[in-house]
Structures are given as C-alpha cells and as structure tokens.
C-alpha cells in the first residue's frame, strides 16, 4: 500500500512561486500516476494536474486555471512528484492534496481529473497567495 505526504506549502505574495512536493513509501510509488488537487475554503476539492507513471504524460485544470502556471514532474529516484507553481494568485489558495493510483495504462483525461481513481491520499499542506 503506497503512502504519500506532501510538503513545501506556505505563504506567499501574488505573482510568487512556490515547489510542492510529495514523497511515497509502502509500495511502487515509481509505478502510480500521481496527481495533485486543491480545496479552498468553503468549495469543493478540484484537480490541479496529473502525471503518469513514467512521466511521459502530464494533464492539467483548464487553461484559464493553472496550465502555464504550474508544471508537474517526478523523479522516481527520489520517489518524488513535484507541481511547481508560478505567477501565483489569491484564487490559488487553499490546501493542496496528493493522490496516487496504481494505474499504469494511459487513460483519457477524465480518468486523471477524477478523485475517485486514486487510492492513496496524503494529508494536504497549505497555500496561502496574499493579495
């Protein structure tokens, strides 16, 4: 059973960046597509961006979003998928969540955009943009 636990949130100004990071243990994290969400306060939880187990394939929110924000990426070395995000803005806070799944196969995008196709969860960390 793979776990995850996210790190890296924090507080920052509009136009600022920030690295989240989520580290797995317990299983074949190398092996699990990854994605992150995000809540905000009061709203329900969206998807933020999606990599496969290899990184050969990567999906984002809506354009309007985050895509040219924020970018995925993993290094299965360390057992870690980071987002990198840029140019942040207020509407991006909230706490951000990890989620794996054991899937392998490419799927389509609303394979990736579900919560409902990942097994693991971390914990969350927060991210603060002040305007």
């Known amino acids: 059973q793979v776990h995850v636990v996210e790190s890296g949130g924090g507080w920052v100004q509009t136009g600022g960046s920030l690295r989240l990071s989520c580290v797995g243990s317990?299983?074949?994290?190398?092996?699990?597509?990854v994605a992150w969400f995000r809540q905000a306060p009061g709203s329900e939880r969206e998807f933020v961006a999606a990599?496969?187990?290899?990184?050969?394939?990567?999906?984002?929110a809506d354009a309007d979003s985050v895509k040219g924000r924020f970018t995925i990426s993993r290094r299965n070395a360390k057992n870690t998928v980071y987002l990198q995000m840029n140019s942040l803005k207020p509407d991006d806070t909230g706490v951000y969540y990890c989620?794996?799944?054991?899937?392998?196969?490419?799927?389509?995008?609303?394979?990736?955009?579900?919560?409902?196709?990942?097994?693991?969860w971390g914990r969350g960390t927060q991210v603060t943009v002040s305007s």
């Open positions: 990599i496969n187990w290899d990184g050969g394939n990567t999906h984002y």
């Open positions: 989620a794996a799944s054991p899937q392998q196969a490419i799927k389509g995008d609303e394979y990736y955009r579900a919560g409902t196709s990942y097994s693991a």
């Open positions: 317990g299983g074949f994290f190398f092996s699990h597509a």
